[in-house]
T-cell receptor, first 112, second 114 residues
Framework: GDSVTQMEGPVTLSEEAFLTINCTYT??????LFWYVQYPGEGLQLLLK?????DKGSNKGFEATYRKETTSFHLEKGSVQVSDSAVYFC???????????FGAGTQVVVTP | DAGVIQSPRHEVTEMGQEVTLRCKPI?????LFWYRQTMMRGLELLIY????????DSGMPEDRFSAKMPNASFSTLKIQPSEPRDSAVYFC????????????FGQGTRLTVV
């Protein structure tokens, strides 16, 4: 079945550091890929997405590129802020219904 | 639009009691999903609807769980009887018909069964 694997956290960084969260997937066909972010006590918000190979999703300084050859969708940000502290979920959608398969989530803690 | 609205935000109940969680999807969205989030199992899909019709409930953990969508603007997830292991955050999400568009999540209901 479809699955998403992302690096375990927590990831602790200083403000202005570079952030990478690795995400790899297994799926039949050509899934859409997503990064969702969950701030404390909140629901999930879409951060960015990519619907086909080599697409780059970007938002709020975050980027991720859909790499079919390595089945990866790594999230990066060049300079994190304290406000980026949250849990980040990589997810895929591989069918017409749009149901999401999530990774385990990676907690990111950014310190001043 | 106000987004996906879930109620209540927090629910504390005693084991054996019936619990009903509510969701109002975004107007015009054709798909509605119920997810559960726990520390042990992460985010799991419980059930989803298309145009108010349940499509797949294979993620519902037990017969104690049931979900309905009587109309396009309302869905419920019911647990009867509730057990402590049902304690989790339950999320509702809705999505437009266009598959390229993403799902929008509600704030979630934090359920604690004591």
């Amino acid at each position: 079945g479809d699955s998403v694997t992302q690096m375990e956290g927590p990831v602790t960084l200083s403000e202005e550091a570079f952030l990478t969260i690795n995400c790899t997937y297994t799926a039949t066909g050509y899934p859409s890929l997503f990064w969702y972010v969950q701030y404390p006590g909140e629901g999930l918000q879409l951060l960015l997405k990519a619907t086909k190979a080599d697409d780059k999703g970007s938002n709020k300084g975050f980027e991720a590129t859909y790499r079919k050859e390595t089945t990866s969708f790594h999230l990066e940000k060049g300079s994190v802020q304290v406000s980026d502290s949250a849990v980040y979920f990589c997810a895929l959608s591989a069918d017409s219904w749009g149901k999401l398969q999530f990774g385990a989530g990676t907690q990111v803690v950014v310190t001043p | 639009d106000a987004g996906v609205i879930q109620s209540p935000r927090h629910e504390v109940t005693e084991m054996g009691q019936e619990v009903t969680l509510r969701c109002k999807p975004i107007s015009g969205h054709d798909y509605l999903f119920w997810y559960r989030q726990t520390m042990m199992r992460g985010l799991e899909l419980l059930i989803y609807f298309n145009n108010n019709v349940p499509i797949d409930d294979s993620g519902m953990p037990e017969d104690r769980f049931s979900a309905k969508m009587p109309n396009a603007s309302f869905s419920t997830l019911k647990i009867q009887p509730s057990e402590p292991r049902d304690s989790a955050v339950y999320f509702c999400a809705s999505r437009p018909r266009d598959r390229a568009l993403e799902a929008f999540f509600g704030q979630g209901t934090r359920l604690t069964v004591v």
